[in-house]
């Protein structure tokens, strides 16, 4: 082991926003914890941490593995730490990051693992306790997604998760997966559902224009990303639990208590991947933590309503096989298995089918919006081509608009699924997706993973790498997806992940693409959209989803 002098004291203090506070904050901090929560040498060597920090130690540092000291903040549910860090700058350790530098990168995350991944197709990032590989390759991403599909679970990330998800199936392995999945396919490829899904889209939408037109009327700025988060999960609880949220009216008080409390634990959650102490924060009950306690709590009370409520129903009405909403028929086959599909596994059930219909559809139609604002030729072409599909008046109404987008008609629009799919590639719903590996294995690329090793394929950084699109990949073009007579060609799923590939493939994927094509096309046939601030860059939020940083700011007009 190297002696006392070959390491070096670096302050590790992060708030529950994860910024760095103020001197006099952290002196405040431990002359509370010194005097009663911490031990008196926790707090010499967090003071001398942050002297040493400030002064001597850049951030560029190579990977750490050490031990660490902590103490707790009670009063804020903040954490205190140092780290021993050797000086590993003698080491070069090819494909090799550490975990602090995610954190200090923490709100351009994605940008930043596309900058380590155009040095390093595969690398490995080091942590503390253990380490996790990610990757770009597209062979790899097929082999731990379907060659050796057994071997690649969720793993430590079903912990991570559970709080919020449950035994949902974004959440589980094995039999529970396997049991949501058969259900879920059966539900999926029904003639009802499809019918009934149509539907909805199409009387959603024409609410959405109702709401963009009044907004126009009066030339007032909008948030484009909140009204299609808001009419998407209209639409997932009218399709998935056969009940009117009523979340883009705002009229439905629990419904906007729900919806906030399900934003913020999503949010909560995923920072739990770069706080190695959100286990101690949630014994103690503290910080975001608390925060999640409480979340779920209002998220439960909402659902497990919810359950009651369509149980009645339907004992009531004495509803039979052809009920439209998935809800109904998951109830259905609760009465068959009722020990295993209790109101808590509905829960889950209902709780994952929410994130997959509400945050990928509108979280791509909000970047797909700003695209095409950054785009305008494109969305010339895209205008075009659903004038061309729908040959629709001038002066159709938008109810009648939204009736003629059939499937035949949709279907036609390979433009706009092109431009979509573009969006898709540079803006996945998940920029990162994860697995851990059961037993040790070799990656196709040569590289060694270990039992219990965390891999992680990013999809947003593939949609950037040259290896895989060419040297225009940084660029918007959905022409990329269209072959010579301007028909869409897909991709490889090993490619272009945003469905993600093999078993685990989105079973919504055609779902989510009708879904985005009706709104888009029925808002751009009869509206231009303007940014407020034509100088602002958008910029994303660092959570599961790839959700816009403070919303898209619009105003709309009629489109002449």
């Known amino acids: 082991m190297p002696n006392a002098h070959h390491y070096l004291f670096v302050l590790y203090f992060i708030d529950a926003k ?14 509370r914890n010194i005097s009663g929560q911490a031990s008196v040498h926790h707090g010499i060597a967090l003071a001398f941490g942050r002297s040493y920090l400030t002064s001597h130690i850049p951030f560029r540092l190579n990977p750490f593995c050490a031990t660490s000291a902590w103490s707790i903040d009670f009063g804020s549910g903040n954490i205190c730490s140092f780290i021993l860090i050797p000086p590993c700058s003698r080491i070069k350790i090819q494909g090799q990051t550490p975990s602090l530098h995610q954190l200090l990168h923490f709100n351009t995350l994605s940008d930043y693992q596309t900058s380590l991944a155009k040095k390093h197709r595969t690398y490995r990032l080091i942590m503390p306790l253990h380490s996790e590989i990610y990757t770009t390759d597209p062979a790899n991403v097929e082999y731990i997604l379907k060659t050796n599909f057994p071997n690649y679970g969720r793993g430590a990330h079903i912990e991570i998760m559970r709080d919020l998800f449950g035994d ?37 939408a024409t609410k959405l224009v109702a709401k963009v037109s009044t907004a126009a009327v ?17 639409s997932i609880f009218k399709v998935g639990f056969g009940v009117e949220l009523n979340a883009l009216s705002g009229s439905d008080e629990f419904a906007n208590r729900f919806t906030k409390a399900f934003d913020d634990s999503n949010f909560i959650v995923f920072r739990r991947y770069v706080d190695m102490f959100w286990k101690v924060k949630r014994f103690f009950n503290i910080g975001l933590e608390a925060a999640l306690k409480r979340n779920v709590k209002i998220i439960d009370d909402f659902i497990f309503d919810l359950i009651r409520c369509k149980r009645e ?17 998951f109830l259905m086959e609760s009465k068959r298995d009722p020990e295993n599909m209790n109101d808590r596994y509905l829960r889950d059930i209902i709780l994952n089918f929410m994130i997959a219909g509400k945050d990928t559809s509108a979280g791509t139609l909000t970047w797909f ?16 081509e659903i004038r061309d599909a729908t040959q629709a008046k001038d002066n159709i109404c938008a109810e009648e608009l939204s009736r003629l987008m059939t499937d035949d008609v949709l279907d036609r629009m390979h433009y706009l699924h092109a431009a979509i799919t573009e969006t898709l590639r540079l803006y996945p719903a998940v920029p990162t997706d994860g697995k851990m ?19 992680n394929y990013m999809a947003y950084a593939m949609g950037r790498m040259t290896y895989i699109w060419g040297e225009d990949a940084v660029e ?34 055609e779902f989510a693409y009708r879904q985005m094509k009706i ?37 709309a007009f009629p489109r002449t």
């Not at 994860?18 to 002359?31: C, G, N, Q, V």
């Not at 590996?437 to 990656?443: A, G």
């Not at 959905?478 to 090993?494: A, K, N, Y």
């Open 18 to 31: 994860f910024r760095y506070p103020s001197e006099k904050y952290i002196r405040k901090t431990l002359k």
């Open 168 to 204: 949902g199936i974004f959440a589980v392995d094995g039999e529970k997966w396997r049991h949501q999945r058969k259900l879920a396919s059966y539900e999926f490829s029904t003639r009802v559902l499809r019918e009934y899904s149509s539907a909805v889209f199409r009387d959603n």
């Open 218 to 234: 009066a030339n007032r700025a909008m948030d484009l990303q909140d009204l299609f988060m808001k009419s998407a999960l209209d």
């Open 313 to 329: 129903q339907m004992e009531n009405e004495k509803l039979v096989r052809e009920k439209e909403d998935i809800l109904s028929r």
């Open 369 to 384: 919006f700003y695209m095409l604002h950054k785009h305008p030729l494109v969305q010339d072409k895209v205008v075009h």
């Open 437 to 455: 590996s059961v037993e040790d294995d070799v990656l196709p690329d040569g590289v060694e993973v270990k039992k219990g090793e965390g891999i």
């Open 476 to 509: 918007y073009r959905p022409e990329r997806w269209l072959d010579e007579d301007g028909i869409f060609r897909p991709e490889s799923p090993f490619k272009f992940t945003a469905f993600q590939a093999g078993p685990r493939i989105c079973l919504g994927k």
């Open 519 to 555: 709104m888009a096309a029925v808002l751009l046939y009869l509206f231009k959209f303007r940014l407020v601030d034509e100088t602002k860059e958008a910029t994303y939020r660092t959570m599961f989803t790839l959700h816009m940083a403070d919303g898209l700011h619009v105003y």
